[in-house]
């Protein structure tokens, strides 16, 4: 009889009762030669027993081992459970962890197709304490598809990233012949035993699919000196097992893998410790900052070069043993949009704080200029506001606190006032609010003393609402900011509780007790200290956990699992196309929506407007994503992206307008009209142009192709447009609308009219701040895509401090970034360089500069019709024109403009733009009449004299 196929090792350590749920997950596998070898690692809880009974309740299927003597690790228990495994491929599985059902089935599968050596899957991290068991994928972006690679040195993120073993399986032939086994008696087994299976792999697969199930209890605990002492020896394993890795990597002249897992390291390993410094005393800070510097002193540059600033202060500052500013930096480390440090100005940038600034190093460390913090108004600031007393006065906690004043953002003459707000963590339920009755400048910090009378003032329900999250809401001048309250080195363990009065009587709890939430901030629990709350609680929970709850339970959840299936996605398209286009179409009501609902800007404005200007009687609804619409128009109605008065608009809508795409799984009934308007002529490849769309399914593709296909009518601007956007997208000829596009109207009346002045740009101007007299620059580039389809950060690719310096007296620069990007502009380029992202519509922005520069964005053509002077500066056209996607010219044969490749040809150009008007005016022409042909001012009226008009087609 033929072997089994696969051997999961279950490992176990005094958890008798979660063992059998681990187990059952193997015997309930889709895959039925699968046996199951439990490893007790010397338990003293009965664990052991528990195995030996799963033996013999499922014989030939369920082996059970014992070791002589507990091992004090993992890496043992699965070394014996290998050397018994009959199997032809090895799973290893915690006693606290599951399978996902078809696991082994899928592992087995991909490495018989493939012949790999090692099959990994998608884990999937369960919190198991939370309300609604919230599950978040391990590293997914390494699970998106199949994938086979024949060395690790393929795919750097999976060796330094996906270090578990858990969710993997290997050919036991592969684990013998390299001698494979775990280190033993030492933390971070996994690391090891991870990097040397990959490094000896001669192939690996990777499934998109679920296989291990890994449980987390989270439950916020309080922070504890005592507690924490033996994490010293902790961190020395995991340096110990990261040094092994080292010297693999090192033999095998793996630099390059190296430098990946030394970045990881910095940014991962490292942190975890981090996160608990400000709760641990100096000997410890000191032991742990010892151990750091030794190992990571020795890291390459480059390796400190791609942190991030707030990790690389974080490990400066660490070596240094700089605790003082270290402490705000792990702060802000943890809650990453936290404002930590009361920062510093010097010489037109920004630095966390002024600690040797005069190193050239620790300058470029402390630089923090493009977290843009000092950009920000105080209401939207997240500061930290540290607790620096805690004390119980009878029925009162005095509490005082200081919040960072960064760059002194809040005048030393600013009314100030402030108060306390304790929120049930479970949003549902009730919030109460105490008055801040000391509130002032002290330093750098606004400094805030209140007596909270929680014991007669805060009434919890008892059950629900056991923990309390703390809040102060500071008011400057009228402008609110919301803190919460670090604990740093107060100490909570020794600090006093409060008496409570649950609305359910003290027989549930009678204490408030001040704890410490994952995050660094104060919080608070109820406790029971007396025999009744003892008692009654211990009732409580009995009751909570028998079955008439467990009921009442899965009753409950059954209707909030309804609840949010009937708001799900899915059950929307359902409804929309089932129940919502039965109703009948409203004539006259049209839906716009640009840029998927984030502006009101482009063409779908400029149509809108002409409307409004002829006063054509329709209902204008424009959709707008997000919390709250901005900038929108007053007159027309509103409504929120896959909200359901959304889909009900589109169901009844006569006309639907936008410039990229209305949601691709709603359908358009026959009635409707959809004008697509575009947004821009294409440079990169689109459509079914790009490779990425050629690959996918049949069914996506027919998909993609049904969506498409909804279109009625297509706006193009130039026969460039037909031959790529038309054909990319597979628009018949019958649908296209030779007119240009509506959004380039006014471009057109202006190149026609130079000399006329406009008002509404004035305005524009002094709203923007651009000082008079002198020209408007507009730099726009598109954006950047990371390898993984993600956005890049945006980043200057020349030095806006040494143009500033340079232009600064005869330009403006006006900055338009991508929409989804951020700029971070240095205070010392101030009224010289402007950001203008968060300006909705573009148009107004093209009319009011001088000249535009730009790379590759499709800006480029809309801008060209004004005929002004164009630069580009292409500095990474290579790595751009050379992607997966493809161009369909080439720009730098046709560009209308300099293309400058370097900061001092972009500058040059810069210098006469007179000479780079007259040297590319025929050129200009060219470009325009090629690209630009049908926009010839009159766009958006012909759509309205078209569908709306007395003879048009809304008539």
């Known amino acids: ?466 923990v309390w999250d703390v809040r102060l809401y500071l008011t400057a001048d009228g402008k609110r900011t919301t803190t919460r309250l670090t604990v740093g080195n107060v100490d909570l363990e020794n600090a006093g509780s409060v008496p409570v009065r649950p609305r359910l009587s003290r027989f549930v709890a009678d204490r408030l007790e001040p704890q410490v939430s994952a995050k660094g901030h104060l919080a608070f629990r109820l406790a029971q200290h007396g025999t009744a709350a003892l008692r009654g609680r211990a009732l409580v929970d009995r009751n909570l956990h028998g079955p008439a709850a467990r009921a009442a339970k899965h009753a409950y959840r059954g209707l909030r699992a309804v609840r949010r299936e009937l708001t799900s996605g899915s059950r929307k398209v359902q409804v929309y196309h089932r129940m919502l286009q ?91 009209t959809y004008i697509q308007t575009w947004h821009g002529t294409a440079l990169k490849k689109m459509g079914f142009d790009q490779p990425a769309q050629r690959v996918m399914s049949e069914q996506a593709q027919l998909s993609y192709q049904e969506a498409l296909d909804r279109f009625d009518h297509f706006v193009v601007r130039s026969e460039h447009d037909v031959r790529t956007l038309a054909r990319a997208y597979r628009i018949p000829e019958e649908k296209l609308l030779r007119i240009g596009y509506p959004r380039n109207d006014a471009l057109v009346r202006a190149a026609r009219a130079p000399q006329t002045p406009d008002p509404a740009l004035r305005r524009l101007a002094e709203r923007l701040g651009v000082r008079p007299h002198r020209r408007v620059l507009l730099y726009a580039p598109t954006f950047r895509a990371r390898a993984d389809g993600g956005l890049r950060a945006f980043a200057f690719p020349f030095d806006v401090e040494r143009f500033a310096d340079r232009f600064g007296d005869q330009y403006t620069l006006l900055v338009r970034s991508h929409y989804l990007n951020q700029v971070a502009l240095p205070p010392s380029v101030a009224g010289r360089v402007i950001d203008v992202t968060g300006e909705g519509d573009i148009t107004p922005l093209l009319l009011l500069s001088d000249a535009l520069i730009t790379d590759y964005s499709s800006v480029m053509f809309d801008y060209a019709l004004l005929r002004r002077p164009l630069v580009f500066y292409a500095h990474d056209w290579e790595e751009y024109s050379q992607d997966t996607r493809g161009t369909y010219f080439d720009l730098l044969a046709e560009a209308p403009g300099p293309v400058a490749h370097t900061e001092d040809e972009l500058f040059a150009a810069l210098s006469d733009l007179r000479t780079v008007g007259a040297r590319y005016e025929a050129r200009l022409k060219e470009f325009v009449d090629k690209y630009g042909e049908y926009d010839r001012g009159d766009a958006a009226a012909r759509i309205v004299d078209r569908f709306f008009g007395p003879a048009g087609e809304a008539r």
């Open 582 to 672: 039965l109703l009948p179409v409203r004539k006259g009501t049209v839906v716009f929506e640009s840029h998927l609902g984030k502006q009101y800007s482009d063409s779908p404005r400029a149509v809108y407007e002409e409307l409004r200007r002829h006063r054509v009687p329709v209902t204008a609804i424009w959709s707008y994503a997000g919390a709250r619409p901005t900038g929108f128009p007053k007159d027309a109605e509103l409504v929120r992206r896959w909200s359901w008065r959304y889909l009900r608009a589109l169901a009844r809508a006569e006309f639907w307008i936008d410039n990229q795409g209305f949601p691709l799984r709603l359908a358009k009934r026959p009635e409707t």
């Open 1 to 466: 009889m033929a072997g089994p196929d696969i051997s999961v090792v279950v490992i176990v350590y005094n958890d008798a009762q979660r063992l059998p749920a681990a187990v059952r997950s193997v015997l309930d596998q889709t895959l039925r030669r699968v046996e199951v070898i439990i490893a007790d690692d010397c338990s003293t809880d009965g664990s052991y027993g528990v195995a030996t009974s799963l033996a013999a309740a499922h014989p030939g299927r369920v082996r059970a081992i014992r070791l002589p003597e507990n091992s004090g690790g993992c890496g043992e228990p699965r070394n014996q459970g290998m050397a018994v495994a009959r199997g032809r491929y090895v799973m290893f599985l915690d006693s606290d962890d599951t399978l996902e059902s078809n696991a082994c089935r899928n592992l087995l599968e991909a490495a018989d197709r493939t012949g790999a050596d090692l099959v990994s899957g998608r884990c999937v991290r369960v919190h198991t304490d939370s309300r609604h068991e919230k599950r978040i994928p391990w590293y997914p972006w390494l699970y998106r598809a199949t994938r086979t690679v024949e060395s690790i040195a393929e795919l750097p993120d999976l060796f330094v990233f996906d270090t578990l073993s858990t969710n993997k399986c290997y050919r036991r032939a592969f684990l013998v012949e390299n001698g494979l086994t775990f280190p033993r008696g030492i933390h971070y087994e996994d690391l090891l035993f991870s990097a040397e299976a990959y490094l000896a792999a001669g192939r690996i697969t990777l499934i998109p699919h679920t296989v291990y199930f890994w449980n987390v209890a989270e439950k916020t605990t309080a922070k504890s000196i005592s507690n924490r002492r033996h994490e010293i020896n902790n961190f020395t394993d995991r340096l110990e097992i990261h040094r092994r890795i080292d010297a693999l990597l090192n033999r095998r002249g793996l630099g390059e893998l190296k430098l990946c897992k030394d970045i990881k390291f910095l940014k991962h390993d490292l942190v975890l410790y981090l996160r608990d410094l400000p709760f641990l005393d100096d000997v410890y800070r000191h032991r742990f900052a010892e151990l750091a510097r030794g190992y990571i002193q020795d890291f390459p540059q480059a390796a400190y070069d791609r942190l991030d600033p707030v990790h690389a202060i974080c490990a400066y500052l660490l070596m240094r043993e700089d605790w003082v500013h270290l402490m705000p930096a792990v702060d802000t480390l943890i809650n990453r949009k936290k404002i930590s440090a009361p920062l510093v100005e010097r010489d037109g940038r920004i630095y966390w704080c002024d600690g040797d600034l005069g190193d050239p190093t620790a300058r470029g460390i402390m630089d923090v200029t493009g977290l843009g913090y000092h950009g920000r108004p105080l209401d939207r600031m997240f500061l930290r506001n540290l607790l620096t007393g805690y004390a119980v006065h009878g029925d009162e906690v005095l509490l005082q606190g200081a919040v960072v004043n960064p760059l002194h953002t809040i005048a030393a003459d600013a009314h100030l006032a402030a108060e306390l707000e304790f929120r049930a963590r479970r949003r549902s339920l009730q919030t109460f609010r105490f008055p801040v009755r000391t509130v002032r400048h002290e330093g750098d910090a606004i400094t805030w003393q209140a007596a909270v009378p929680l014991a007669r003032r805060l009434r919890p329900v008892g059950v629900l609402d056991e």
